[in-house]
């Protein structure tokens, strides 16, 4: 029904795209003034929860920032503009309804965890207090939430492998949205509003640093680019699988996440895409594997969905208790990457200095933070949402969840082996020598255990444990076993060096951490 003469005001929060956004296809066909909004919510650079870190770190807010203005610049392109304004939504959209007086309907995504549903909550209580209507959008998840073959959310299996088995048999993927050609215009004399700054947000503009494994900027036009190069311009989609467990370079893996985590890009053009990839050039495990990836990001959203707060708690979805520590000195250590553990402190230096951490690295220090020094999950759950460029709250939790043995289907006490996983996927140690350059005078996979050097090696090195580089704050019994092998072992052994290097045994192992019957990787 077309509501004539009113205007929409499209409230845009994790949704920064034009293709396949539900909210544009509605307003587009039942209103005469559109009204696309993007509100800086100073909530969001306040602390997080238990251990006050910044919530916004300056990698993703100026991914953010890239993605706000390539909205606005594609709107200008279809014949209309980005409001942007600081403050919390729910006030922002009052004053708009306030100041215009023709706003009939207030539009937008909804969204999982209880900050978001707040927010939500509040603009109904607004609209009805002033008799706009509110109409909500389900858009973020490959698989619609009403698609699901559960009669009820909570019906969603505790089991990733039964979800997703039930959705690829019983459920299907929507039709990707066109994007509207043109976009009505907002009502005439609306200040568009100035996009922040870093100075005006509290913030400091992050450096580039060149060995940064993305190094890519924010936006829908960057995203498409991005899937165009990773499908189509160089196939690297094809090889995904064995290359996915990669440490550095751009294209070991897709990185789609930072894009899929503000919606510049949809889940279900990438699955269309893959689709039209495997019918025009080839279908293998690797194009199905993105798809396996994405069901994980859907599976997170719909357990958030059906334990609400619960994934906040300590005690996790299973109530379980678990003797957590908060030793800041051991945190202080971990997030800094000085724990004398090389491959963690590989990986925590990366993320500081560049707001990414690949996969591997992820559940590595997860499962060091965790099981090795025994700390409170969300010290490390609140750090990453702090730095990572890619931060979706669903996924990054239920990570943790995981890491901790506390999440979903938490079968057994799983741990990694850091030294085993460091020369599984960094056989050589050039990931390590890349992030710990303190370290780079010991050769080979040497690198990853250096407190079991001898002086004269040490010394050759130029390392002085304990003055140029930390002795481990903890040792894992279980490390002994690998240290041995580490210089003729995985190189010998396995094939090709090369940090990027995926090993035989470890490529169809699926996401190793959930599926591995072994208790230490």
């Excluded at 707040?118 to 603009?123: D, I």
């Excluded at 299996?157 to 907002?186: H, W």
């Amino acid at each position: 029904m077309m509501l004539a003469s009113r205007t929409v005001i499209c409230l845009l929060r994790n949704d920064l795209r034009l293709h396949d956004n539900e909210v544009f296809h509605w307003a587009q066909r039942n209103a005469e003034h559109i009204i696309p909004l993007y509100c800086f919510d100073p909530r969001h650079y306040q602390g997080t929860y238990h251990y006050n870190f910044p919530k916004t770190g300056p990698f993703r807010l100026r991914f953010l920032l890239d993605s706000v203005k390539d909205l606005r610049a594609s709107l200008k392109k279809h014949g209309s503009t980005l409001l942007v304004r600081e403050g919390k939504p729910e006030d922002v959209v009052c004053e708009l309804i306030k100041q215009l007086g023709s706003v009939s309907v207030v539009a937008f995504h909804e969204e999982v965890a209880s900050e978001e549903k707040s927010v939500e909550e509040k603009l109904k209580e607004i609209c009805c207090q002033n008799k706009v209507r509110v109409q909500t959008f389900w858009g973020s998840t490959l698989y619609h939430r009403d698609d699901l073959p559960f009669s009820h959310i909570g019906g969603l299996p505790d089991v990733y492998t039964q979800f997703r088995k039930a959705v690829e048999a019983q459920g299907r993927v929507r039709p990707v949205l066109s994007t509207p050609e043109q976009v009505k215009a907002p009502p005439s004399g609306l200040e568009e509003g100035p996009i922040p700054t870093f100075d005006s947000l509290g913030q400091t503009e992050p450096l580039d640093d060149c060995r940064s494994a993305f190094p890519c900027r924010g936006g829908e036009t960057e995203a498409l680019a991005r899937l165009k190069h990773y499908f189509w311009d160089t196939n690297a989609v094809a090889t995904y699988k064995e290359t996915r467990n990669g440490m550095i370079g751009v294209d070991f893996s897709t990185k789609f996440s930072p894009w899929l985590a503000l919606g510049c890009i949809s889940p279900r053009y990438i699955y269309e895409q893959i689709k039209k990839y495997e019918v025009e050039r080839t279908a293998n495990q690797s194009t199905y594997w993105v798809i396996f990836e994405l069901l994980w990001r859907d599976y997170f959203k719909f357990v958030a969905l059906k334990y609400g707060n619960r994934i906040f708690y300590m005690n996790g979805l299973q109530d379980k208790h678990v003797p957590w520590k908060t030793d800041m000195k051991m945190f202080d250590a971990w997030k800094e990457g000085r724990t004398g553990v090389p491959f963690v402190d590989a990986n925590m230096r990366e993320l500081a200095l560049t707001g990414f951490m690949s996969n591997r690295g992820r559940q590595n220090v997860a499962s060091f933070l965790t099981k090795d020094l025994g700390l409170d999950w969300r010290l490390g759950a609140e750090w990453f949402e702090y730095l990572l460029v890619d931060h979706d709250v669903c996924s990054n939790y239920g990570n943790w969840l995981y890491s901790a043995g506390i999440g979903n289907d938490p079968r057994e006490n799983r741990k990694f082996n850091m030294i085993k996983q460091g020369l599984d996927y960094d056989n050589n140690g050039d990931f390590v020598r890349q992030w710990v350059p303190e370290l780079r005078g010991i050769k080979g996979g040497d690198v990853h255990t250096p407190w079991t050097l001898s002086n004269s090696a040490l010394s050759h090195a130029q390392v002085s444990l304990n003055q140029t580089y930390p002795c481990p704050i903890i040792t894992a019994p279980e490390w002994s076993r690998h240290v041995n092998n580490k210089s003729s072992g995985p190189s010998s052994s396995k094939g090709r060096k090369g940090s990027s290097y995926t090993p035989r045994q470890h490529k169809d192992r699926g996401i190793d951490f959930y599926f591995s019957k072994n208790k230490h990787f």
